[in-house]
């Protein structure tokens, strides 16, 4: 049986609850959902700006994913969580350049988007991602 690891990064904020930021078995990484938070201090930032918090909330799933010894071209699957279908098109911006800079082979990953609430008020996304390596 192949061991399941947790991977713990200071690039990503600190888990608020009971999980872990990620977790490794085998050539699967799992990385929590993170939100647009700074890793240092765990505030939450640009309150109303959902291009600035996906941005933010990408750079913390990478941190995550390259603390568990993958890079963003292992990633085959991101879920995006939003609060409201009007931040869309703005989160889809953002989240395709940031893609198609950090998966230089173009084999972009799968992606679910899901409306929801989330679990501070500050929050506009959420996003989580699978690895294989």
């Not at 933010?56 to 995006?80: H, I, K, P, Y």
């Not at 084999?107 to 679910?112: A, Q, S």
């Not at 988007?113 to 294989?132: K, R, S, Y």
Request: charged share 20%; net charge negative.
């Amino acid at each position: 049986m192949t061991a399941k690891t947790a991977v713990l990064t200071d690039g990503a904020p600190a888990p608020a609850w009971v999980f872990s930021q990620g977790v490794r078995k085998g050539p699967v990484l799992q990385v929590s959902g993170q939100g647009p938070q700074d890793p240092a201090t765990g505030d939450y930032l640009h309150r109303g700006d959902v291009r600035a918090q996906t941005l933010r909330t990408l750079e913390n799933v990478r941190a995550v994913v390259e603390a568990g010894g993958a890079t963003m071209e292992d990633v085959v699957s991101l879920r995006v969580y939003l609060t409201t279908r009007d931040d869309f098109a703005a989160m889809n911006e953002v989240y395709g350049a940031f893609v198609k800079e950090h998966v230089p082979s173009g084999v972009l990953p799968c992606r679910t988007t899901i409306f929801v609430a989330l679990p501070h008020e500050a929050m506009l996304v959420e996003i989580d991602a699978m690895a294989v390596l």
